[in-house]
């Protein structure tokens, strides 16, 4: 049964992705309409070889729709995606709008599927540092109930934005050639740099980027008050993001336990031959659909601690594959379809 | 009363440093003999505007030394030290030589210079990511015991060298041009990527870098079993090593009281001001000899713990810095002198 299918936000970085994966993985697209806001709107994508024109938003353009992609800023997504559901459209929504909602389910499919059933018309995709947290999170909790989980992300600026990875490029070039870089995107230089700084902060010292980290994981791993803690690092990668994770289970995790229980979970790749030289890196991840998971040993600091390191590419799994996966399940095709 | 004073491995990064060290802090040099191995000798560097020739490693030359920085790999460290102390010479050494070793000083003159009574000739200095985490540590081990440490670093490229600087900056230009990036230093191409691997790896998952953390501030806390597991990664920046630090105490330490026992700790300074982005960044570390601190913050995982980011130049206070402030308490002068 084909679907009528709406990408909004199409010019966008997720956008892309979103257009690239619908035809990638054959999803049964009847009608494509792809939607932006004025400022974008007029340029053309390729979709199964033939340009598709991106229109300036419309409400009325949902009537004809009956799945939409949202990847866009969280205000836009809280004006529209409603006036969609209004009109008959699914909304599968990439921005932190509908999150936290209680209603609305949020969804990594290898995670929680079955929190879709009764979906009120929205379904949220969670931030990119969390999907790919909550995977190998999972994959412990069916071994043993979490106690405490300790995140610290390097982030790449894609997750910002195509302006911030053109930021980093010029910004990379002007310190090569010795020139003065002028931060734009970011309020300091990402060149050469770390920032310990992702969304804006809170009054307790935490950004909101660290807030979404904790209050989606407890959400999609049904454990709302599970201890978490995390610090949010922006990192002069293009794609990917990785992150360095403590976690502590009721009774003990082995290595080798939490090794196998990971590569048995579809959408994680294990990857764990320090001798070789082999864990998972951000430029190897990149354009791929995967959770890549290694370095995966014993905490020296907690007899329940397991520590490992875990790389996705926050565009495709992060982002758009997530989303996509979430539509074929609405579709009715299983994770991985 | 004037020193005469040896820098072996004078042409590395850290060597460099330190002679500019000598001359900037106005360390009370007699006779300045500059030494390197084959390779590098032959160099010559200007100290107090005069050129100084690299002269070729020889043990003769200790005889006329009182005051030896040894600023090279561990096997060289481990064959001549103990040859420079023969010869009447105090050692103050960078390598991992004599770092574990229990009648050897480990020394980070802020917070443990009590260490240096009795030194047997040799004092060691310790890994750059761990000078950087001592500091703010013993400022929070004042206000009550650790309990368990958690570190994730970001640590940059000239912690390996100065070919590593090199190495990033071609593949950074390559990528920039899209042509293929050849990696000869690292495993992996550096550029646009971060390595979860510093150091070899040992049987056990960690690396040895790791270790040097857990242990070295073991032994400079005088804390032999403190909790403490860390994740050591390379990122693509060229001087300043950043941390993401967890630490829990006996008793609740809350941010404010944290902020204000690190603002006393000499060698310490707060940044921490997230509305204003006002936080440590490696790149405004650069070229500094203070340890930076910001993002403290509670722990929302535990009711005892605190996080924060603290950063520092890797080449300064994490190697340099570290050993002429280690030379100044010998020839007794005062830290920060």
């Known amino acids: ?39 974008t709107a007029g340029q053309t994508l390729t979709f199964r070889g033939r340009p598709q024109l991106i229109q300036p938003v419309s409400t009325d353009l949902f009537e004809s729709v009956d799945l939409a992609f949202f990847a866009v800023p969280a205000d836009v997504s809280r004006a529209l995606a409603p006036e969609a559901v ?49 995977l190998p999170l999972r994959a412990l909790e069916d071994l043993s109930p979490l106690r405490r989980v300790i995140v610290s992300t390097y982030q790449s600026v894609s997750g910002t934005g195509r302006e911030a990875v053109e930021e980093l490029r010029r910004q990379s070039a002007e310190v090569l050639q010795g020139l003065p870089v002028r931060p734009e995107v970011y309020p300091h230089p990402i060149a050469f ?9 809170e009054a307790d010292g935490y950004t909101r980027e660290e807030m979404k980290l904790v209050n989606e994981t407890r959400k999609i791993l049904g454990r709302p008050d599970l201890a978490l803690s995390a610090t949010t690092v922006r990192v002069p990668v293009e794609v990917g993001h990785s992150e360095a994770v403590w976690v502590e289970t009721e009774d003990p995790v082995g290595p080798d336990e939490a090794r196998e229980a990971m590569a048995r979970m579809p959408g994680i790749v294990v990857q764990d031959d ?23 040993r014993r905490d020296l600091s907690s007899d329940r601690g397991l520590v490992f390191w875990v790389v996705a590419d926050n565009l495709r799994k992060g982002a758009a594959t997530n989303a996509v996966q979430i539509a074929e399940l609405l579709v009715g095709r299983g994770p991985g379809g």
């Open 1 to 39: 049964m084909p679907v009528n299918v709406a990408v909004v936000g199409a010019a966008g970085a997720v956008g892309r992705e979103v257009v690239r994966l619908l035809e990638e993985r054959d999803f049964p697209v009847g009608r494509l309409l792809l939607m932006a806001t004025a400022r």
């Open 86 to 134: 209004k009109r008959g459209a699914v909304v599968v929504d990439k921005s932190t709008a509908f999150r936290e909602d209680p209603d609305v389910p949020l969804v990594v499919p290898e995670v929680n599927a079955g929190a879709l059933a009764g979906h009120p018309g929205i379904v949220a995709s969670p931030n990119c540092s969390t999907i790919q947290l909550v």
């Open 193 to 201: 740099n770390v920032l310990p700084h992702i969304d804006a902060f």
């Open 274 to 296: 320090p001798a070789g030289a082999v864990y998972p890196l951000p430029r190897s991840a990149a354009g791929r659909d995967e959770v890549f998971v290694g370095r995966v």
